[in-house]
């Protein structure tokens, strides 16, 4: 479903703080109508606490919220047509699936004629009319969390909520239940804000992610810019396994030129000299470059020209399939970590020169965090 570009809810300047712990400081977002919004982070970030305030079940100590133009801070959760799920939903067991799903709409007074199309409606999309007149008692976990979803959809909320809804399956289940729940945004084209610490799962779902960390929005972007191009140095190392590689280097002029020098290389940075020389910690400068974009020339047919190269030795080889994580020692004791395809052995100890585009680095603020673009 196309994404209607309309800003649905807008957070502006939110606090939340705890007898004194701030669990959200200054956050400002907006959910655009539509979309499949991912809150991504540590444990402690802050990412349920926003939902909850979005939901309606915690009021933010300062800041604002609006639903389109209105400013809907001090509504109760129920006048917010906002629908949430949260980890641990719990079913009537004793009810049949029918009366679970049409219960919500019978405590709104929802027409019976209205109550038998909604949920029917909805049990065929979902896949659940085998199953309407069993009692929730005895369905599969699976089976749960779709009753528990459909619960959710036949109330037709503007925005779904959902706060790590997977988390109660096993790893095979969770990722099909995945695949499910994309399939569902897209066939409802309802406005989901999914709250998860699993980048993998932030990433395959999310058409946006919010990368939160201690209380703090790092990045708002699509999967593509979180990973190619993470705002700041957090967003570099927590997303991506294995994780980006952050080398220190130090910022010199020599003879008219800009380089970065570090005891194992140094790379020509003379097109960059403006926005390294707006950093603030000069000459120290951090470089991000991913496992991925290693590569061994040796290998490598393709043209060498320019690339910044590294003497190093293997440290570890660790085999996953098709391809190979290699942890490699620089002369200097730097580790580098490089994932490579598998099409050729090699062994601890070995003597090995990877290799970068030097267009491929990025590079941070080491003081601020900050990537400089
Ligand atoms: P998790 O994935 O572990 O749930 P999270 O990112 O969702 O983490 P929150 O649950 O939003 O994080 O918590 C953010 C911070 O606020 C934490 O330090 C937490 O201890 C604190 N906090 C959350 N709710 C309360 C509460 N009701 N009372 C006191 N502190 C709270």
């Known amino acids: 479903m196309a994404h209607k570009e309309q800003v649905l809810i ?58 389109r133009d209105q400013r809907i801070t001090d509504w109760p959760p129920q006048r917010r047509n906002i629908g949430f799920m949260f980890q641990n939903y719990a079913l009537f067991q004793h009810m049949s699936v029918y009366d679970n799903l049409a219960f919500g709409l019978r405590v709104r007074r929802v027409p019976p004629t209205e109550i038998e199309r909604r949920v029917r ?10 199953v309407l007149n069993l009692r929730a008692s005895r369905l599969d976990l699976s089976t749960m969390q779709r009753v528990a979803l459909a619960r959710i959809l036949v109330i037709e909320p503007q925005v779904l ?61 699509t999967p593509d810019e979180v990973y190619w191009r993470p705002a700041t140095l957090f967003v570099a190392g927590f997303i991506g396994r294995p994780p980006m590689n952050l080398i220190p280097v130090e910022y010199r002029i020599s003879e008219g030129h800009a380089f970065l020098i570090s005891p194992d290389f140094e790379m020509r940075v003379d097109e960059r000299r403006a926005l390294i020389e707006a ?28 690339l910044v190269r590294i003497p190093a030795k293997v440290d570890l080889v660790r085999p996953l399939g098709r391809k190979l994580i290699l942890d490699l020692k620089t002369r200097s004791g730097l580790l580098i970590q490089m994932v490579t395809p598998s099409t050729r052995r090699f062994a601890v100890g070995d003597d090995l020169e990877i290799a970068f585009h030097p267009h491929q680095a990025l590079l941070f603020d080491p003081h601020t965090g900050q990537g400089l673009y």
């Not at 409606?121 to 085998?130: R, T």
């Not at 000069?282 to 020339?297: C, F, Y």
Request: include cysteine.
């Open 161 to 221: 909520l959902l706060d790590e809804p997977l988390n109660n399956f096993r790893p095979g289940l969770r990722e099909l239940m995945r695949a499910e729940l994309k399939r569902w945004q897209y066939q409802f084209g309802r406005t989901m804000v999914y709250v998860t610490h699993d980048q993998e799962e932030a990433l395959t779902l999310g058409d946006r992610v919010v990368v939160m960390n201690a209380g703090r929005v790092e990045q708002v972007g």
């Open 279 to 306: 950093s603030s910690f000069l000459p120290r400068l951090i470089l991000g470059i991913r496992p991925e974009q290693l590569l061994i020339p040796d290998l490598h047919a393709s043209s060498h020209e320019g």
């Open 121 to 130: 409606a909805v049990a065929q999309a979902l896949e659940l009319e085998p």
């Open 10 to 67: 807008r957070l502006e300047g939110i606090t939340k703080e705890f007898n004194g712990t701030i669990a959200v400081q200054d956050l400002n977002l907006e959910i655009r109508e539509g979309e499949f919004l991912c809150f991504l982070g540590p444990s402690g970030c802050g990412k349920t606490t926003t939902l909850r305030m979005i939901a309606g079940l915690e009021r933010p100590t300062r800041g604002e919220i609006y639903l």
